[in-house]
């Protein structure tokens, strides 16, 4: 079975743009969750959605929005990019959403200019 | 004090070393405890998943979680130069992915 995939694998954007991220979980798994990792840190949360409903917010401005679909496939938006924004985003999935047993896929490596 | 702390190395072991990776943590709420490896530019993969305290063992690795004292380890027994990476704790209090915090990683380097 094909693990977590993720699109694109690189992307580079200036500041100001608008950048979206693509996720599909591994097959049965309802519950996709979005990071973000700098070089040198863990990952940290950003968004969580089950059932296309979203069931947690990390600490994040409103630059940034998630949704789920039907098929359980996610996207991450991030608008009005930033420096700061630069880092490794990492979609992870799940068969439930409390235990944290997640499954990570490579990653989305953005660099903004 | 951070909610999760983890001595981020690098760490060097020869091959063939039992290598001992540590974190603690302050939210006593935390009762789901797993490592994850993560190789360079790869996504983290989940090695160990433990509930509450106790020890777990699976190949050459084993985790220990003490809850009295917040404090959770992961053991690797001979060690190869295929288990360089980094080790990433995570913890979760259950109830969503904002109860989720990962430490920020050991980098662990095992030399032939």
């Known amino acids: ?113 | 004090q951070k909610e999760v702390e983890q001595d981020p190395g690098p760490l060097s072991v020869p091959e063939g070393a039992i290598v001992s990776l540590n974190c603690t943590y302050s939210n006593s709420a935390f009762q789901y405890f797993m490592w994850y490896r993560q190789y360079s530019r790869k996504g983290p993969e989940l090695l160990m998943y433990t509930y509450s305290s106790g020890n777990k063992e699976d190949g050459r690795f084993t985790a220990q979680v003490d809850k009295s004292s917040k404090y959770i380890s992961l053991f690797i027994r001979d060690s190869q130069p295929s288990d360089s990476a980094t080790y990433l704790c995570a913890m979760s209090a259950g109830g969503g992915g904002q109860n989720f915090v990962f430490g920020p990683g050991t980098r662990l380097s095992v030399l032939p």
């Open chain 1, 1 to 113: 079975d094909a693990g977590v995939t993720q699109s694109p694998t690189h992307l580079i954007k200036t500041r100001g743009q608008h950048v979206t991220l693509r996720c599909s979980p591994i097959s049965g798994h309802k519950s996709v969750s979005w990071y973000q990792q700098v070089l040198g840190q863990g990952p940290q949360f950003i968004f969580q959605y089950y059932e296309k409903e979203e069931r947690g917010r990390g600490n994040f401005p409103d630059r940034f929005s998630a949704r789920q679909f039907p098929n359980y496939s996610s996207e991450l938006n991030v608008n009005a990019l930033l420096l700061g924004d630069s880092a490794l985003y990492l979609c992870a999935s799940s068969l439930r959403v409390n235990t944290g047993e997640l499954f990570f896929g490579e990653g989305s490596r953005l660099t903004v200019l």
